[in-house]
């Protein structure tokens, strides 16, 4: 059997981390990459593969920490079009080599361990990515509260996320302090869906009393500041708790980011998500004739164009550490499990406090926000690789392109003079999802290759998907390491509530 130096070798490529802007080669052995070196010097390298990247950009993975599939239909109507092995197919073809999707608990459902297991069966196996779970917390019963310490200590969970609206997971204020002291108290991350679920409610029953249903009403609904008072709530109820940190997930509206801003100038734990729902879409697109916007319906809806501009700066300033897709999927013309399940003789455009909330987006994420010119290549990398990677557990082994410590979870680029055709059209994508929102747009670039762990699984131009979905594995992670955020809670001591 030949001996190879290297497994594979990436040459005449330009990397782009978090960090740097440079030309080198890379090279990989054994899953890892082991040595950057000058630009060129490794195309003659022994290695069993060598890519030429001819001048392209070459990043790390992307790493998406929002991203649902196959959970069980906790909302009532709809379930997820995309299972662990379409979701994870549609993440490579974008970019995408690491996911961390949901373990969802049902309200009936008393452990958190139970819901793990469930998770675990349905991605076992049939992930062409690497993969984790956060613990989407809908009953924060003695015994989940108990289960925390084995899910972090044991488990490889690190992460938790809870819902201030949808009354199947909406948690009261008082259950939403538990669970912050006992993540606190584990090490354990918590991500918010902040809106206030008892407003919106009350606004839908008001636009129903008026018989208004098109799915442009879910807007209506959920206005900004029913976000922005969430947010300001859970933003109180973290300091409460001697400031645990926590991350708003999927924030759309300005005033919420200014809320933040200043939660994180006075230097309290608080973290921010955006989505590309909330750069590349507005209410408008919720505005068409028919049914057709309930393709764009997802919570918090997506805004206007003064919003993108505010959300695009926070992306820049570091007000959002990351930028995940929220990929929750449900194919539109399904009467089934889809959007169209509200569709009835009574409700002929829909009800649209029925339609299922939701977008896919695993697979357009990188493109659209690589190629939009909007934020510099360093800062995409950030926010779509790195600080995921850091704020979930998994730096550097995710997230880098450090020699002798980095998986080599690698995307190369096309360079300027070999781009294709670039127009999103749902038949190029690999989900399976009948439409994307972002159909008809246009994207500078797309990921020529995907590697995961060594292995190119992506080869856009011979074969697509040349992945398998026994290759993807699940991560165990560590503690947050984002700005050492959990030594700073450890300097504060333990939650003493005589101290308030
Ligand atoms: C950062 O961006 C946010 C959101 O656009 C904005 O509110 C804030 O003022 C900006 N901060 C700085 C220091 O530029
Ligand atoms: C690019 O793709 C779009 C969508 O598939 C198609 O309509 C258009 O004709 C293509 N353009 C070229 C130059 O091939």
Redesign the pocket.
Known sequence: MESYKYDLVITNGICVTASDIASYDVAVKDEKVVLLAPSGSLAKANARRVIDAEGGYVTPGGVDCHVHLEEPALFGRGSSSDTYETGTRSAIAGGCTTIVGFAPQPKSEPSLLSALAQTHVRARGNSYCDYGFHLLVGNPSQQALEELETLSRDEGVTSLKIYMTYTALQLRDDQILSVLLKARQNKIFTMIHAENGDVLNWLTDQLEAQKLFDPKYHSHSRPPILEAEATNRAIALSSLISNTPILLVHVSD?GA??RI?QAQTSGQPIYAETCPQYLFLTRDDLDHPGFEGAKCVCSPPPRDKASQ??????L????FAVLSSDHCPFNYDDAEKGKKTCISDEFPVGRFKEIPNGIPGVETRLPLVFSAGRLPLTKVVEVVSTNPAKLYGLYPRKGALIPGVSDADIVVWYPESKKPNLTITNSMLHHATDYTPYEGRKVGNWPRYTILRGKVVWDRDNGGVVGDKSYGQFLKRGPSTLDGLWETVEEQGPFDVASL
């Open positions: 300005p980011t200014l801003r501009e505010t959300i695009w700066t926070g820049r300033n570091g007000t």
